[in-house]
């Protein structure tokens, strides 16, 4: 199985700062990878798909980028709707897989 | 619009079996397919399996031997089974819109299931 290590666990910023989440896969997996935003007691929102392709519906300030192992997702300057959990999910092979999360605080 | 809706009990006793529904609405079984994504609690999503809009089934290797997805299209209904249930199967029940098998483009609001006796 494809392991998607994510970091850092928890990142603290302040309203307006930039940030960038870290998914690292265990193997190369070209641009296979997908991103979820998910607030606390709701279900996950995908976000951006195959790397770095948007989704309507999302704000423009989510990014990502990345190939082959290292990927990142990119807020530009965060709003307070964006402090929740974002995980990576890889479908490059078969089990599809999530990484263990990243989680955005407010400082 | 597009819609996923999971039913089922919220109590499972341990080595018992778990079945669970999902209704969809706004789309068709036969254009899109259907997964099943379970999350423990403060613990990132596992896929489960899926139902294909052909009516194949694909499962997760870790589960395959204790789950089974069906569906009636009649119905708009997909359905879980997952047999021989302990407490490390308790968490969240999600299922979701399957985007060629790649992504899961829509969610239910999930049902929450615990495995106790």
């Known amino acids: 199985d494809i392991v998607l290590t994510q970091s850092p666990a928890t990142l603290s910023v302040t309203p307006g700062e930039s940030v960038s989440l870290s998914c690292r896969a265990s193997q190369g997996i070209s641009t296979s990878i997908h991103w979820y935003q998910q607030k606390s007691n709701e279900s996950p929102r995908l976000l951006i798909k195959f790397a770095s392709q948007s989704i309507s519906g999302i704000p423009s300030r989510f990014s990502g980028s990345g190939s082959g192992t290292d990927f990142t997702l990119s807020i530009n300057r965060v709003e307070s709707e964006d402090f929740s959990v974002y995980y990576c999910q890889q479908s490059y092979s078969l089990p599809l897989t999530f990484g263990s999360g990243t989680k955005l605080e407010i400082k | 619009q597009v819609q996923l809706k999971e039913s089922g009990p919220g109590l499972v006793q341990p080595s018992e079996t778990l079945s669970l529904t999902c209704t969809v609405s706004?789309?068709?079984?036969?254009?899109?397919?259907v997964s099943w994504v379970r999350q423990p609690s403060g613990k990132g999503p596992e896929w489960m399996g899926r139902?294909?809009?052909?009516?194949?089934?694909a499962y997760n290797s870790a589960l395959k031997s204790r789950l089974s997805i069906s569906r009636d299209t009649s119905k708009n209904q997909v359905f879980l089974k997952m047999n021989s249930l302990q407490t490390d199967d308790t968490g969240t029940y999600y299922c979701t819109r399957d985007r060629y098998g790649y992504n899961f483009d829509y969610w239910g609001q999930g049902v929450m299931v615990t495995v106790s006796s």
């Open positions: 706004g789309f068709s079984l036969t254009s899109y397919s």
């Open positions: 139902m294909w809009y052909d009516g194949d089934t």
